[in-house]
T-cell receptor, first 113, second 110 residues
Framework: NAGVTQTPKFQVLKTGQSMTLQCAQD?????MYWYRQDPGMGLRLIYY???????DKGEVPNGYNVSRLNKREFSLRLESAAPSQTSVYFC????????????FGPGTRLTVL | ELKVEQNPLFLSMQEGKNYTIYCNYS?????LYWYRQDPGKSLESLFV?????AVKQEGRLMASLDTKARLSTLHITAAVHDLSATYFC??????????FGAGTRLFVKA
């Protein structure tokens, strides 16, 4: 089992460019999440998907969109990248609303110039 | 709005010593999680605490939850260098939104 996989691992964008971060899980989890991690700020939830076909905003959704493509895949799109979006992005999948233990992918390090 | 605070944010300790990391949160919850992150790596789940008074232990680490005090502790016993990492607590108040603390960066000196 690969667990949670993310692509790409690294990306450099120019301001205004767009890109999609991909995430897939093979643990048959219903819920999936996108976080960003900035120094000294822990992880902040961008969007989540409680189940296939649903998505909801987290703490910091502005500037991002998501797609829950199927049960396995959850993508994060930056339509017009800004330097403030320079961060490490983690995808996670987890359990249900009672036990929300999450399992994280390796992360994508994104730099916006 | 749920707030999660950890302290200390940075901890340097000698091998063999004991210490406790604290996680306070602002609204009622009985679901708390501890994660570990090594430098440059992803997060891995350490403990899941789902009720008041829950206590979990793994090796030199023990986590507990007091929902009335809105407090979880992560106790380190006889620290070793391999425990050097950043430790996060995360709280869920219902549904699927989980809020993370800022993390405690632990460095264990030989």
């Amino acid at each position: 089992n690969a667990g949670v996989t993310q692509t790409p691992k690294f990306q450099v964008l120019k301001t205004g460019q767009s890109m999609t971060l991909q995430c897939a899980q093979d643990m048959n989890h219903n819920s999936m999440y996108w976080y960003r991690q900035d120094p000294g700020m822990g992880l902040r939830l961008i969007y989540y998907s409680a189940s296939e076909g649903t998505t909801d905003k987290g703490e910091v959704p502005n500037g991002y969109n998501v797609s829950r493509l199927n049960k396995r895949e959850f993508s994060l799109r930056l339509e017009s990248a800004a330097p403030s979006q320079t961060s490490v992005y983690f995808c996670a999948s987890g359990g249900d609303h009672i036990n929300n233990e999450q399992f994280f992918g390796p992360g994508t390090r994104l730099t916006v110039l | 709005e749920l707030k999660v605070e950890q302290n200390p944010l940075f901890l340097s300790m000698q091998e063999g010593k004991n210490y406790t990391i604290y996680c306070n949160y602002s609204t009622t919850s009985d679901r708390l999680y501890w994660y570990r992150q090594d430098p440059g790596k992803s997060l891995e789940s350490l403990f899941v605490l789902l009720s008041n008074g829950a206590v979990k232990q793994e090796g030199r680490l023990m986590a507990s939850l007091d929902t009335k005090a809105r407090l979880s502790t992560l106790h380190i016993t006889a620290a070793v260098h391999d425990l050097s990492a950043t430790y996060f607590c995360a709280v869920n108040t219902g549904g699927f939104k989980t809020i993370f603390g800022a993390g405690t960066r632990l460095f264990v000196k030989a």
